[in-house]
């Protein structure tokens, strides 16, 4: 409400100003004539002006920083993934009971066009995974989520993931896992409705960071190569990651 009234304080001050300055313009040159036409010319034009400035050069100047935080946005992201999201992806994938078919249908390769990323990205969408936990080392996937507990309140405490609904949900995903799993003093012989729900923890997860893995995949490969290249060979969607440049 202050607001408001602070809005109609300056217009009534601007006006004031203008009718004031029209005035001084009359009583020195007394030609009423001359000020009705540049006043309805400057009328005439306002409406080009309000679109040129308000709507162009706008959403110009909006959409630049949104491509710069975007692009920032990006570089959490990888840290995201360069840290722990990637030992996520190895560790989590071997649970999965379609661990084959994530595999084949995620395999990134460097001929990848925009189609077949759109592809990856639905089919990671619409997939139940389905995760065994008594393929998974729960107390090494605890230990792992702890220790990396600091780097995601870090993550957290950067203003520019609001911009990324998607991967704000993911980092929540992790910290609800890391809290489920921490809370349990041991996490051997669970009861089955027990590991039932951490598996639904583990499939929200898993689901939310293939998404976004494919995602920044993608973005790497439309302007950062080198790091696309490096991605393709070490991501474990393959029969034998490996780092090594091979003819």
Avoid at 73 to 79: C, S
Avoid at 163 to 192: I, N, V, Y
Wanted: aromatic share 10%; net charge negative.
């Amino acid at each position: 409400m202050r607001r408001i009234q602070t809005y109609i304080l300056l217009a009534c001050l601007f006006a004031a100003v203008s009718a004031l300055s029209y005035l001084i313009h009359y009583l020195i040159f007394e030609d009423v004539h001359h000020i009705f036409i540049y006043m309805i010319g400057d009328f005439a034009f306002l409406p080009l002006e309000v679109f040129l400035v308000v709507i162009v050069i706008e959403r110009i100047l909006t959409r630049r920083e949104k491509m710069t935080i975007r692009e920032k946005l990006n570089m959490v992201v990888g840290a995201f993934f360069s840290e722990i999201g990637d030992q996520l992806l190895r560790n989590l994938l071997h649970c999965m009971q379609m661990n084959k078919e994530i595999s084949q249908n995620l395999n990134i390769r460097p001929d990848w066009t925009r189609t077949n990323f759109k592809k990856a990205v639905n089919f990671a969408r619409n997939l139940h995974y389905e995760p065994d936990c008594q393929e998974l080392d729960l107390e090494r996937l605890r230990a792992t989520l702890v220790g990396k507990r600091q780097f995601l309140l870090t993550l957290l405490e950067n203003p520019n993931i609001l911009e990324h609904e998607r991967f704000t949900d993911l980092l929540w995903a992790t910290f609800h896992l890391t809290e489920e799993l921490e809370a349990r003093a041991s996490l051997d012989d669970l009861p089955e409705s027990d590991i039932g729900h951490i598996a639904i923890d583990i499939e929200r997860l898993f689901s939310l960071l293939i998404v976004e893995w494919v995602d920044y995949a993608e973005h790497l490969q439309s302007n950062y190569p080198y790091l696309f290249s490096l991605m393709t060979r070490i991501h474990p969607f393959q029969e034998t990651p490996s780092a090594v440049v091979r003819a």
